[in-house]
């Protein structure tokens, strides 16, 4: 049974400190996304890559946040530096073009 | 400006009733729509597709129902379960760039037994 991967699926930490967030899409998948989900926002995308280009980044704060796909098996999301205001549950998803996306179990990210 | 919109406020049924959820759009073409199914503490799950020429989909006690004219969307569970509460999200797709979806808000759906 094939799933979208997330590491790590909690991180707590201190405002200015670096945060990195992985996923490995689902294998043959060519779209991967980021999203970010809060109370009051809802599910927002930060960024889409498809067949590991970046696609659309328009959703991300670009001056702190940065994604990348090394390869196809690896996404990646990293904030630097974290805000009080980046607490939210990020998402990464998978799929194929004009195809449903496949959604990983989300890292929890508290920054104090 | 593009909005979706989903009843923020929970709707609570008896068990066995139908549920139906709304999604309406505003300033919106997509070329089709999709529900998701959210539990707490998880990421959302695809339930159903619809695409911009189909009426109506069907799947087991899902039913989904796409009015382009009305820009809306209704989403039915028929014979409803405990089991079936959660959070209940639409998405529609944006023409110009593949797959990439924008979400409503989402609807929790509380069934009582």
């Known amino acids: 049974d094939a799933r979208v991967t997330q590491t790590p699926r909690h991180k707590v930490t201190e405002m200015g400190q670096e945060v990195t967030m992985r996923c490995q899409p689902i294998l043959g998948h060519n779209t991967v996304f980021w999203y970010r989900q809060t109370m009051m926002q809802g599910l927002e995308l930060l960024a889409y890559f498809r067949n590991r280009a970046p696609l659309d980044d328009s959703g991300m704060p670009k001056d702190r946040f940065s994604a990348e796909m090394p390869d196809a098996t690896l996404a990646t999301l990293k904030i630097q530096p974290s805000e009080p205001r980046d607490s939210a549950v990020y998402f990464c998803?998978?799929?194929?073009?004009?195809?449903?996306?496949?959604f990983g179990p989300g890292t929890r990210l508290l920054v104090l | 400006s593009q909005k979706i919109e989903q009843n923020s406020e929970a709707l609570n049924i008896q068990e066995g009733k139908t549920a139906t959820l709304t999604c309406n759009y505003t300033?919106?073409?997509?070329?089709?729509l999709q529900w998701y199914r959210q539990d707490p503490g998880r990421g959302p799950v695809f339930l159903l597709l619809i695409r911009e020429n189909e009426k109506e989909k069907r799947k087991e006690r899902l039913k989904v129902t796409f009015d382009t004219t009305l820009k809306q969307s209704l989403f039915h569970i028929t014979a409803s379960q405990p089991a079936d509460s959660a959070t209940y999200l639409c998405?529609?797709?944006?023409?110009?760039?593949?797959?990439?979806?924008?979400f409503g808000g989402g609807t929790r759906l509380m069934v009582k037994p």
């Open positions: 300033n919106y073409s997509p070329a089709y």
């Open positions: 998405a529609l797709s944006n023409n110009n760039a593949g797959n990439m979806l924008t």
């Open positions: 998803a998978s799929g194929l073009v004009l195809g449903t996306q496949y």
